[in-house]
């Protein structure tokens, strides 16, 4: 049973930087076939994309705007990784951050909470 799994999460000052990792396993096909995703969800919101990364052949790379510039998104297709650079947190960032894979399916990690607050 294929399954990805966050780490990172935490509290954080305004300004201050997070990375997120999420870690693949079991996926039904291979890891760098897969279209990554970090999404957030905060509370009484609806679950929005805040960046992603192409699989195989595809390089492109979307951020939303209100991360563009601030926010890394990155693959290592050999570890089964992917992370999430944070810098220059905000307290709007505050969210819980899920990792998502899609290739045909679409695997949904359990979330880490981020807050940012001082």
């Known amino acids: 049973q294929g399954q990805l799994v966050e780490s990172g999460g935490g509290l954080v000052q305004p300004g201050g930087s997070l990375k997120l990792s999420c870690t693949a396993s079991?996926?039904?096909?291979?890891?760098?076939?897969?279209?990554m995703a970090w999404y957030r969800q905060a509370p009484g919101k609806q679950r929005e994309v805040v960046a992603r990364t192409g699989g195989d052949g595809d390089s492109n790379t979307y951020y939303s705007d209100a991360v563009k510039g601030r926010f890394t998104i990155s693959r290592d297709d050999y570890k089964n990784t992917l992370t999430l650079q944070m810098n220059n947190l905000k307290p709007e960032d505050t969210a819980i951050y899920y990792c998502n894979g899609h290739w045909i399916e679409d695997y949904w990690g359990q979330g880490t909470q981020v807050t940012v607050s001082s």
């Open positions: 079991g996926l039904r096909f291979r890891f760098s076939l897969y279209r």
